[in-house]
């Protein structure tokens, strides 16, 4: 029901900022809590931020609280991750997901409530 294709991924060095956008296709998207996550070679896939479907409630891994920030535009179908003082820790495959709730403020960080998966942007920062 949900297709989603993330963008905006490249290197950067250590300090710098990059902005990711998911752009979703779909009949319901703004039903849909949406979520990033990222999986670093070796390591397993693991929660990043989220979103609700409202646009109202957010929650971040401690490790990017007050650096990256996570939105949402239902008008262009689109959510996207702001990513600033980067580390070369964050390093990684990022992906965007979405997660079919019955709240509207929902915000899920585990991998099995998203249902729906993009293809993943590679995120380099060098040191």
């Known amino acids: 029901q949900v297709q989603l294709v993330e963008s905006g991924g490249g290197l950067v060095q250590a300090g710098g900022s990059l902005r990711l956008s998911c752009a979703a296709s779909?009949?319901?998207?703004?039903?849909?809590?949406m979520g990033w996550f990222r999986q670093a070679p070796g390591k397993e896939r693991e929660f990043v931020a989220t979103i609700s479907w409202s646009g109202t409630n957010t929650y971040y891994r401690d490790s990017v609280k007050g650096r990256f920030t996570i939105s949402r535009d239902n008008a262009k179908d689109t959510v996207y991750l702001q990513m600033n003082s980067l580390k070369p820790e964050d390093t990684a495959v990022y992906y965007c997901?979405?997660?079919?709730?019955?709240?509207?403020?929902?915000?899920?960080?585990?991998?099995?409530?998203?249902?729906?998966w993009g293809q993943g942007t590679q995120v380099t920062v060098s040191s």
């Open positions: 997901a979405a997660a079919q709730t019955g709240s509207a403020y929902s915000i899920p960080s585990g991998l099995r409530s998203y249902g729906y």
């Open positions: 779909g009949r319901t998207f703004s039903r849909y809590a």
